[in-house]
């Protein structure tokens, strides 16, 4: 027996838009989420979203994220779903100011700011040499050579010129040709293009695995795209990365120490936009 109705609530990240939904009481048993998602985040025939998001009870942290993306597939964590989830299990009184929870990815801490809007999510520790850089790609791809790390979920970062300028479609074509190279990403990638703006400025766009489109945001792209532009010496790993995507600015911190990044923020707004119930109609 389902739910007739579902509280649920619109929030996003920098653009990044996801449908949130408190299932500590277990609302949602009974459906078959895989099915549910990719209806309910569905443009034009539902509510749509990028992705949706349970918060759920931890016997690990302070909450568990649960996150999926728009095609139904279950995700190990996203970045800007992160800092979303996090606002919104401190507007639903689950937890305080600071806090930790449960992924698939591991334990995360999140921290919400004076203006209640601002979060910074910490990451786990990422170790460089299971970072590859330089790598080759066939000649058609993005560039020559592409950087591929798993801050979270699988990245790749390619450096390229004038990328405001880049076609959407082209965007996409890349896109689909790097996350579905089986030989070289077998269980997919994300694809994220960045643009050296200045010194501590970088550009990015990217297309997520999942979605299967570009997003506005993707925060643990940027993620990814800081620490490889650090390790690369594109940008100085001491002091904080700027990252320019399409849906606002995202502030990356870190540090570059015994064959280690630790310490990684980042940082970034999280809006609720919208709360509601989702009706039948909407899944169905």
Known sequence: MTAKTIPFSKMNGCGNDFIVIDN?????????????????????????????????????????????????????????????????????????????????????????????????????????DELKLHQPYPPGGPAANYHYGFVGVPHTVWFVEELAKIDDQQIIQWGKQVRYNEQLFPQGTNVNFIEVIGRQTLQIRTYERGVEAETYACGSGSTAAAIIAGIMEVVDPDLPVYLQTRGGLLTISYEL????????????????????ELLPDSWM
Do not use: H, W
């Open 24 to 128: 500590r009481e277990q609302i949602m048993d009974g459906f078959e989420l895989s099915t549910f998602v990719k209806n309910i985040c569905s443009r034009g025939t539902s509510l749509g979203a990028d992705g949706f998001m349970m918060l759920e009870s931890s016997d690990l942290a302070d909450f568990k994220m649960r996150y999926f993306n728009a095609d139904g597939s279950e995700g190990e964590m996203c970045g800007n779903g992160a800092r979303c989830l996090s606002r919104f299990a401190y507007l639903a009184g689950a937890v305080k100011d600071t806090m930790t929870f449960e992924t698939l990815a591991g334990v995360y801490q999140a921290e919400i700011f004076d203006n209640k809007q601002t979060v910074k999510v910490k990451f786990p520790d990422v170790l460089l």
């Open 257 to 276: 120490a015994g064959g280690v990044s630790r310490d990684i923020f980042m940082e970034g707004n999280a809006k609720l936009v919208a709360t509601g």
